[in-house]
C-alpha cells in the first residue's frame, strides 16, 4: 500500500525560494502540488474586467488581488480573485490569511469540478467567509456563505440582479457585470 506524501507551507516555499517549481504552474492544494490549468481569452478578459470593477466598486476599503496566492494551514491556492484587507502594504512579508480575506472568487470553465469540490472545501475549512464562483459555461454566478463543517450553510446561484458581499452589504455588485453580459 502507498501513500502521497504531503508537503507543508514552508517545504513548498523552500521549493520555491530553489527554483525548483520556476518554470511550472502549480499551487499547494491540501499538502499537494498540483498543475494549474492554463487561462483561455475569456476567462482573462473577464477576470480583468470584475477586478477593475471591484476596484471601483470598493476603492481602497479592500486590496483586490488578481491570481496571487493565499496561505492556508495546508495549502497555498492561487484564487483568480481574492478581495482582501488594506492597505496592501500588510502584505509585503506574507500573503494574505484567512483572517485577512473578505471574499474568493473562482472563474471556472474546465476548473468547475476543482472549484465546486476541493477548493471549497479548503476555504470553508480555514474559515473563509465568502466563497464566489463564476461558472462559465452555465452563466451562473455560486455564492457560498458561512462555513459550516468544511462546508458552506448558505448556497445561491444567480444568472442576474445583485449580490450584496458579507463584508460590504452596502455594496451592490451586479451579477450581469460578473457573468460578462
Do not use: C
Not at 523552500?14 to 504552474?25: H, N, Q, V, Y
Request: charged letters at 20%.
Amino acid at each position: 500500500m502507498y501513500s502521497v506524501a504531503k508537503w507543508s507551507v514552508a517545504d513548498y516555499h523552500k521549493m520555491i525560494e530553489a527554483g525548483i517549481l520556476s518554470d511550472r504552474s502549480v499551487e499547494l492544494i491540501s499538502g499537494e502540488i498540483l498543475e494549474m490549468s492554463p487561462e483561455g481569452p475569456f476567462h482573462h478578459y473577464l477576470n480583468i474586467s470584475i477586478v477593475e470593477y471591484l476596484r471601483s466598486l470598493l476603492g481602497t476599503e479592500a486590496v483586490i488581488s488578481e491570481g496571487h496566492p493565499i496561505t492556508l494551514t495546508d495549502s497555498e491556492p492561487e484564487p483568480d480573485i481574492a478581495v482582501v484587507r488594506s492597505p496592501y502594504k500588510l502584505y509585503l512579508n506574507h500573503h494574505p490569511y484567512p483572517e485577512d480575506i473578505y471574499w474568493l472568487i473562482e472563474i471556472a470553465d474546465s476548473t468547475l469540478g476543482k472549484d465546486l469540490g476541493i477548493k471549497k472545501t479548503i476555504y470553508a475549512t480555514a474559515n473563509i467567509q465568502e466563497y464566489w464562483v463564476i461558472a462559465l459555461n452555465s452563466k451562473t454566478l455560486k455564492v457560498f456563505q458561512y462555513p459550516e463543517n468544511n462546508d458552506y450553510k448558505i448556497k445561491k446561484d444567480y444568472n442576474s440582479g445583485f449580490v450584496s458581499p458579507l463584508s460590504f452589504p452596502e455594496i451592490k455588485v451586479s451579477v450581469n457585470t460578473l457573468l460578462g453580459n
